[in-house]
């Protein structure tokens, strides 16, 4: 293995997947984004943070439903993904590049902040939910999705078990281990960041099962976040591909199931 920095924190990586992001991922986490977003039930007009915006899951069901909305995130590939969707629903500058932990927005500037599976990535988590905490207005809501699975879903599950069996001696990263992926633990990070919880709710779909292929041609948009893809080279990769493949071999015909959690919590009055 070759030494390298983890991806997760690098703009030009989330670059680099963000049109099959937009294709591949966004087909299933748009599910549990449409339900957090049916969950907050929010009045049309409403003013609308979605922060670390991918390709805009959340963002554009928001527009359709009649809010003015915005989505951010630091990735400009994943920005231009989610303006390009977003314009074909509304007018105005939707989706703009900018950092979740420095949100370049006053005080009292929203009616809801929302992050669909994003602010667990960040270096910083409690600086995410502090940032969007400052920006609702009294008695806004906060609605945060995160994965109940310490490893993640879909498919970086079957990469996470190919890469215990090909790599037994090195740690496999376990990102929701990080802060949140308990309703104790994301009602802990909501109450830190002032905000009182309001209820976690438990979301669970099958990801339909890919393809044999689907693990050897999305290898980097499934796993390529991950310090243990980062570390092999071209042909460990490979290997590393072909593992989870053979793994996909097993899946049942529904798929993968993951559950989502997704809490809300309100900006005291």
Same mark, same amino acid.
């Given at each position: 293995m070759s030494s390298k920095a983890p991806a997760i924190h690098d703009p030009s990586h989330w670059d680099s997947v963000s049109t099959s992001y937009a294709a591949e991922a966004d087909r299933m986490t748009g599910r549990y984004a449409?339900?957090?977003?049916? $969950?907050?039930? $929010?009045?049309?007009?409403?003013?609308i943070l979605d922060v670390a915006t991918g390709a805009g899951a959340l963002l554009v069901p928001a527009l359709r439903d009649g809010a003015d909305a915005i989505g951010i995130d630091f990735s400009p590939g994943m920005v231009a993904v989610a303006a390009e969707r977003a314009a074909e629903v509304a007018s105005g500058? *939707? @989706?703009? &590049?900018? +950092?979740?932990? #420095?949100? @370049?927005?006053? /005080? #009292?500037?929203? /009616? @809801? &902040?929302?992050?669909? =599976?994003?602010?667990?990535? =960040?270096? +910083?988590?409690?600086?995410?939910?502090?940032?969007?905490?400052?920006? $609702? *207005?009294?008695?806004? $809501?906060? &609605?945060?999705a995160v994965w109940e699975n310490a490893g993640g879903a879909g498919p970086a599950q079957l990469f996470a078990q190919a890469a215990r069996r090909l790599f037994p001696d090195q740690p496999v990263p376990?990102?929701?281990?990080?802060?949140? #992926?308990?309703?104790?633990?994301? +009602?802990?990070? =909501?109450?830190?960041?002032?905000?009182? %919880?309001?209820?976690?709710?438990? &979301? !669970?779909?099958?990801? %339909?099962? %890919?393809?044999? !292929?689907?693990?050897? +041609?999305?290898?980097k948009l499934a796993y390529g976040w991950s310090p243990v893809w980062q570390a092999l080279d071209e042909a460990e990769r490979v290997a590393f591909a072909e593992e989870a493949a053979a793994l996909a071999g097993d899946l049942p015909p529904e798929g993968i199931y993951s559950t989502a959690l997704i809490g809300l919590a309100r900006k005291p009055e």
């Open positions: 449409q339900a957090a977003w049916s $969950l907050a039930a $929010l009045p049309a007009g409403a003013r500058e *939707r @989706a703009l &590049v900018m +950092d979740g932990q #420095n949100l @370049a927005f006053p /005080d #009292n500037s929203f /009616d @809801a &902040v929302f992050s669909i =599976f994003g602010v667990f990535m =960040f270096p +910083d988590p409690a600086a995410g939910f502090a940032e969007m905490a400052r920006v $609702l *207005r009294p008695g806004g $809501l906060a &609605v945060v376990l990102p929701m281990q990080r802060l949140f #992926n308990s309703p104790e633990l994301l +009602d802990a990070a =909501f109450l830190e960041a002032g905000l009182a %919880p309001k209820s976690v709710h438990g &979301v !669970e779909y099958a990801w %339909p099962a %890919p393809s044999v !292929e689907w693990f050897r +041609d999305h290898a």
